[in-house]
């Protein structure tokens, strides 16, 4: 591995078409109790990193997650893949109970959740995915190349086997959604955020040192860049990648930029010299920032 990489490094926009891949996400979630600050039911839409529609059984009401949602939609946002809200909130209700009963379950805390969406790419090719999970687990998952349903765990047999009934047919429904109405609503909701979604903002970056016997522990922490993927690794001399590095989790900030922090145990002594080097698409070459002992840890 070269050093910390975060995706695939975003390519820049063609006019008309897209830069790199993007993503619609749908994350359904309903647990068996309510909890302080968690609702009963919830839905979010995703679009790539953004937080784009947000519902709460505990209000009732459907708002925006970022300024550039269009307002219009909001109204009719949850009819737009597969019934509405209310519908989902009595189904995963039942769904709550069955698992339950499923697993032998008479009370305590469980969580069910539905994951689904689709990812368009630069060559209009897309990826299709949906799934079931159930107190952090995998539930069941639905093929997408041959579109029926497949179980986890022996628990979501039944509800496989109906499903992929001719009865039923879920998975054809399935695959208009996802195939059809999803990639739509990518592209449509693409369009409202697209100067936002395609922004590029260049990292900081900052090198601290931190002095423990005679070891000394180095992070280079680099923060304020937009989109998220980026690479950075330490180089030895000028010219030897440094593998074992530790790293924290990439982590949004409140204006909508990432940061992280990729840290190295060197020994001083040995006169060697040490250097972060950070690619991002915003930057038009690799940024190298040398470290100097003269900077303390901060």
Same mark, same amino acid.
């Given at each position: 591995?070269?050093?910390?990489?975060?995706?695939?490094?975003?390519?820049?926009?063609?006019?008309?078409?897209?830069?790199?891949?993007?993503?619609?996400?749908?994350?359904?979630?309903?647990?068996?109790?309510?909890?302080?600050?968690?609702?009963?039911?919830?839905?979010?839409?995703?679009?790539?990193?953004?937080?784009?529609?947000?519902?709460?059984?505990?209000?009732?009401?459907?708002?925006?997650?970022?300024?550039?949602?269009?307002?219009?939609?909001?109204?009719?946002?949850?009819?737009?893949?597969?019934?509405?809200?209310?519908?989902?909130?009595?189904?995963?209700?039942?769904?709550?109970?069955?698992?339950?009963?499923?697993?032998?379950?008479?009370?305590?805390?469980?969580?069910?959740?539905?994951? &689904?969406?689709? #990812?368009? %790419?630069?060559?209009?090719?897309?990826?299709? +995915?949906?799934? /079931? $999970?159930?107190?952090?687990?995998?539930?069941?998952?639905?093929?997408?190349?041959?579109?029926?349903?497949?179980?986890?765990?022996?628990?979501?047999?039944?509800?496989?086997?109906?499903?992929?009934?001719?009865?039923?047919?879920?998975?054809?429904?399935?695959? &208009?959604?996802? #195939?059809? %109405?999803?990639?739509?609503?990518?592209?449509? +909701?693409?369009? /409202? $955020?697209?100067?936002?979604?395609?922004?590029?903002?260049?990292?900081?970056?900052?090198?601290?040192?931190?002095?423990?016997?005679?070891?000394?522990?180095?992070?280079?922490?680099?923060?304020?860049?937009?989109?998220?993927?980026?690479?950075?690794?330490?180089?030895?001399?000028?010219?030897?990648?440094?593998?074992?590095?530790?790293?924290?989790?990439?982590?949004?900030?409140?204006?909508?930029?990432?940061?992280?922090?990729?840290?190295?145990?060197?020994?001083?002594?040995?006169?060697?010299?040490?250097?972060?080097?950070?690619?991002?698409?915003?930057?038009?070459?690799?940024?190298?920032?040398?470290?100097?002992?003269?900077?303390?840890?901060?």
């Amino acid at each position: 591995m070269r050093g910390v990489s975060f995706l695939l490094l975003c390519a820049w926009a063609v006019a008309g078409e897209y830069a790199g891949s993007h993503q619609l996400h749908y994350s359904f979630t309903g647990v068996s109790n309510p909890v302080p600050g968690l609702p009963v039911f919830s839905i979010v839409q995703y679009l790539d990193d953004q937080m784009t529609t947000i519902y709460s059984s505990n209000t009732g009401a459907t708002r925006p997650g970022v300024p550039w949602m269009d307002n219009g939609d909001l109204e009719n946002w949850a009819h737009t893949l597969y019934e509405d809200k209310d519908w989902w909130k009595m189904v995963f209700k039942h769904n709550i109970k069955t698992a339950m009963s499923r697993f032998n379950q008479t009370g305590g805390f469980h969580i069910f959740q539905l994951m &689904y969406g689709c #990812e368009l %790419r630069h060559d209009n090719s897309s990826r299709l +995915y949906y799934r /079931y $999970g159930y107190d952090g687990r995998d539930f069941l998952t639905l093929d997408t190349e041959r579109w029926v349903f497949e179980p986890s765990v022996y628990e979501a047999q039944i509800s496989t086997q109906r499903w992929n009934s001719a009865e039923d047919g879920a998975g054809q429904r399935w695959k &208009y959604i996802l #195939e059809m %109405r999803c990639v739509e609503l990518l592209k449509k +909701y693409f369009g /409202y $955020g697209r100067r936002a979604l395609e922004r590029r903002v260049s990292p900081q970056v900052k090198i601290s040192s931190q002095e423990l016997g005679d070891v000394t522990n180095l992070h280079c922490r680099v923060y304020g860049f937009y989109p998220q993927e980026v690479d950075v690794k330490w180089v030895k001399n000028g010219k030897d990648v440094v593998h074992l590095v530790e790293s924290t989790p990439i982590l949004p900030n409140n204006d909508g930029t990432y940061q992280f922090i990729v840290s190295i145990k060197v020994t001083p002594k040995d006169g060697s010299t040490y250097s972060c080097h950070i690619d991002h698409c915003s930057l038009v070459e690799e940024l190298i920032v040398p470290w100097g002992e003269h900077e303390p840890y901060k």
